[in-house]
């Protein structure tokens, strides 16, 4: 009973982890990431398509991308994308690829995604925190319903706490790591 509520405490936990870890990436540090163009979605033959899934899209340097479509003919409808997805780059359309180059960070900026990073990293801290709370509840319950001890309870207890402070310590490494590639220069 108690292995089961840990086993899935740590594994939502794990998810929350995964979580920040996909959100921080669609923060921009200054440096060309092919992760930065995932939320465009690009209109190919009336449907919706991730750009990755008609384009092919590389890094030839930290400050560019270029974006080679698979069709020709769908270029202008990836220009279009790419400006009304408001990631901040003009597209420069030389009629076979597209090319985007990163702008550099202000120091305003950086402080500003600075922030950014801070919120979305107490976002996932509140979500771990939650996630020990319901198992918390499943053990009081299990208590209450004379499935387990009274000492079992308050073991089950610590262990969900351990569990809770080493995935909050793994949260507050990778934020610590994103804000430091945000802040260099």
């Known amino acids: 009973m108690l292995d089961q509520v840990k086993t899935n405490a740590k594994s939502k936990m794990e998810k929350v982890v995964l979580s920040l870890t996909e959100e921080l990436k669609k923060v921009r540090t200054g440096k060309a990431q092919v992760s930065m163009l995932d939320s465009i979605r ?76 801070k919120k979305i990293t107490e976002d996932a801290r509140v979500a771990a925190r939650l996630v020990r709370r319901d198992a918390n509840e499943e053990v009081k319950k299990a208590f209450k319903d004379k499935a387990i001890s009274e000492d079992e309870s308050k073991k089950g207890e610590a262990d969900v706490q351990k569990i809770t402070d080493d995935i909050i310590k793994k949260i507050d490494q990778i934020a610590d790591e994103k804000e430091k590639s945000i802040l260099t220069i």
């Open 42 to 117: 690009v209109n190919y033959y009336g449907q919706q398509a991730p750009l990755n899934q008609v384009a092919s899209v590389s890094t030839p340097d930290a400050k560019t991308f270029l974006i080679a479509p698979w069709e020709s003919s769908i270029l202008k409808e990836i220009e279009q994308a790419i400006v009304k997805s408001d990631i901040g780059m003009a597209p420069i359309n030389d009629g076979k690829v597209i090319r985007l180059k990163v702008p550099d960070l202000t120091e305003e900026r950086r402080k500003d995604l600075a922030k950014q990073v």
